[in-house]
């Protein structure tokens, strides 16, 4: 079983921006599609960005579309979420996730993902 260990987060205001990493366990991260997806308090998890298994298949949610942009490395079993444009609805803990299946495209569906980091805070001020 892989294991995802999350960096970056933290405190910004409203406009700034932040980074998250995600880095995974095992060789074969490469094959598979990964994502983000965040919680905010009293709400469920919600899909954030996610890209294909290839690196050349992204989606976004609609929210964040304009404003974030996922990457994966696969030299160094890394995937990043780029946060620009910050906004206090941001608010959440984000957490990576990585797909089911191997060689899979990008999907929003949290069901598709069967390995999860432990979560990192990210908190915008307005």
């Known amino acids: 079983q892989v294991q995802l260990a999350q960096s970056g987060g933290g405190l910004v205001q409203a406009g700034g921006s932040l980074r998250l990493s995600c880095a995974a366990s095992g060789r074969t991260f490469s094959l598979y599609s990964t994502a983000w997806f965040r919680q905010a308090p009293g709400k469920g998890r919600e899909f954030v960005s996610a890209?294909?298994?290839?690196?050349?298949?992204?989606l976004y949610a609609d929210s964040v579309k304009g404003r974030f942009a996922i990457a994966k490395d696969n030299a160094k079993n890394t995937v990043s979420l780029q946060m620009d444009r910050l906004k206090p609805e941001d608010t959440a803990v984000y957490y990576c996730?990585?797909?089911?299946?191997?060689?899979?495209?990008?999907?929003?569906?949290?069901?598709?993902?069967?390995?999860w980091g432990q979560g990192t805070q990210v908190t915008v001020s307005s």
């Open positions: 890209i294909g298994w290839s690196g050349d298949n992204f």
């Open positions: 996730a990585r797909a089911k299946t191997p060689y899979g495209s990008a999907r929003y569906e949290e069901y598709a993902y069967s390995d």
